[in-house]
């Protein structure tokens, strides 16, 4: 951007921050790397080491010159690890393989035993989240960090065999765990009625509908498989929540920077966001934040624009009441934390699945509000 007496060094710090990577952006480019291959041995450099190696009249010097070529057509161990698994395999490896990645939300579907271009994509987006070479076969190094994060798959996962397992709680049911099953399916969006305690019809229903989506045996019934992926998926219920009451947002523990102005002020510490004028609280939502290797940044920023509709051109996915504060990062619905919870994450944006919510906070903030980022 050229810096002019009318953009002056504002509009360049803003153009510098549109650039960053987010969730809505395109980044400036992608790591890479070439691999030199060995030169292939010729037939007469074949027939000139045979000879060395047999004449009697063959010098120091080109007994020397023969081994040295032989070394260099020889491909080195270390620039080709061996595969644990390839392209293209079959079988109980493979079946293996892919329980592992679906274990860690890198393979979906049946379980094949076929490693084919689904396998491959699992894979490589393995290997690229641990900094792993992107080859998309299994070699050790990423057979043994695959290992580490999950467990020995059973006979019945290495064949698609769905089996229910004895039920923690069911229709009938009735208590403050069942208090807490129906605020956590409140929080994935699978319960819509009152929480009460009793395990009736509704309840029924919103477990079917959540084992249906996960590939758990579909009974309504909550045993430890689907009790353990729900619980994955959301957070503990606060008393507020199990009793069915609706808390009034508080300024209590708000970062100091959101009491004055309008303020998006959000908590990384609480998984919060709270919007906030002149110090007063009017809206609380429950929002999550980038992985690991895509941050959600943090700091004092300002709304830079809002897009109603928008689909990030990084991802292809869809980002519905965007609020931007910084480059291509901004607060939007996220249809995969609705269905999902906390089992996922973002590319760096601040994820809402309150979609009432954030439609509510959409036409109230403006441009240059300020957006508080902390822990």
Not at 76 to 81: A, I, K, L, N, Y
């Amino acid at each position: 951007m050229r810096i002019t007496a009318k953009t002056g060094w504002a509009g360049a710090l803003l153009a510098a921050a549109l650039l960053l990577p987010g969730c809505g952006s395109v980044p400036t480019g992608q790591p890479g790397g070439t691999t030199t291959e060995p030169a292939p041995v010729t037939s007469a450099q074949a027939e000139t080491d045979a000879s060395a190696a047999t004449s009697p009249t063959t010098t120091k010097a080109a007994a020397t010159k023969s081994a040295v070529t032989k070394s260099a057509a020889k491909p080195s161990s270390r620039s080709e690890p061996a595969l644990v698994v390839a392209k293209g395999a079959k079988g109980e490896k493979v079946r293996d393989l892919q329980v592992r990645l679906r274990q860690l939300d890198w393979f979906a579907g049946s379980i094949t035993g076929t490693y084919g271009s689904s396998t491959v994509k699992a894979v490589k987006g393995f290997q690229a989240r641990r900094d792993l070479k992107k080859t998309g076969q299994v070699d050790a190094t990423t057979w043994t960090q695959l290992t580490k994060r999950t467990k020995t798959p059973t006979k019945d996962e290495r064949h698609n065999v769905l089996r229910a397992g004895p039920a923690l709680y069911q229709q009938g049911s009735s208590g403050d765990k069942v208090r807490e099953l129906q605020a956590r399916l409140k929080q994935v969006g699978w319960f819509s009625g009152s929480v009460t305690g009793t395990y009736a019809a509704a309840t029924v229903s919103s477990v079917r509908g959540f084992q249906g989506k996960r590939d758990i045996p579909v009974t309504g019934q909550v045993d430890a498989r689907t009790w353990v992926r729900l619980v994955a998926m959301t957070r503990t219920p606060s008393d507020d929540a199990k009793l069915d009451r609706t808390p009034k947002p508080s300024a209590k523990g708000l970062d100091k920077r959101c009491l004055t102005g309008r303020a998006i002020c959000i908590s990384k510490g609480s998984n919060s966001l709270t919007w906030v004028v002149d110090g007063k609280p009017k809206l609380k939502m429950d929002v999550r934040f980038g992985a690991v290797g895509t941050p959600t940044r943090e700091g004092s920023f300002a709304i830079s624009r809002k897009e109603r509709t928008w689909t990030s051109t990084i991802y292809h996915s869809k980002m519905p009441y965007s609020m931007f504060f910084s480059g291509g990062q901004a607060v939007h619905y996220s249809s995969d934390f609705a269905a999902r919870g906390y089992a996922g994450a973002s590319h760096g944006c601040v994820n809402v699945r309150n979609l009432a919510g954030i439609a509510s906070l959409f036409s109230q903030a403006r441009a240059g509000d300020k957006v508080i980022v902390y822990h």
